[in-house]
């Protein structure tokens, strides 16, 4: 069965920095993507990056954490990160972590082409 167990949202102020995990389990492949998106309230659900499992190297959907976030794993382990630097008050929202097994479609990052999904984080920016 797999699983997405996400962990590390949180409240910070503007400027401030949060760091998300997300360990996938139950898959038979490491051909994979593990995607992030957000959802501010009252919008739509968006890509911001994925880490390429099989060939280990992220990508940035969303040009305005370009620069402020970054997608890692460590080497021998699961766990992809998503590490939020210089926070602001946009960047609240709800964050899931998400796989999509064809690594064709995950640069699109849309929504409905990521098949497991975890449960969601919440990350507030405010003063």
């Known amino acids: 069965q797999v699983q997405l167990v996400e962990s590390g949202g949180g409240t910070v102020q503007p400027g401030g920095s949060l760091r998300l995990s997300c360990t996938p389990s139950g898959f038979t492949s490491d051909y994979y993507a593990i995607g992030w998106f957000r959802q501010a309230p009252g919008k739509e659900r968006e890509g911001v990056g994925y880490w390429n499992m099989g060939y280990g190297f992220p990508y940035y959907k969303d040009s305005s954490v370009k620069g402020r976030f970054t997608i890692s794993k460590d080497i021998g382990e699961k766990t992809v990160y998503l590490q939020m630097n210089s926070l602001k008050p946009e960047d609240t929202g709800v964050y899931y972590c998400?796989?999509?097994?064809?690594?064709?479609?995950?640069?699109?990052?849309?929504?409905?082409?990521?098949?497991?999904w975890g449960r969601g984080t919440q990350v507030t920016v405010s003063s």
């Open positions: 998400a796989t999509d097994i064809d690594l064709t479609t995950a640069p699109a990052m849309t929504p409905r082409s990521y098949d497991y």
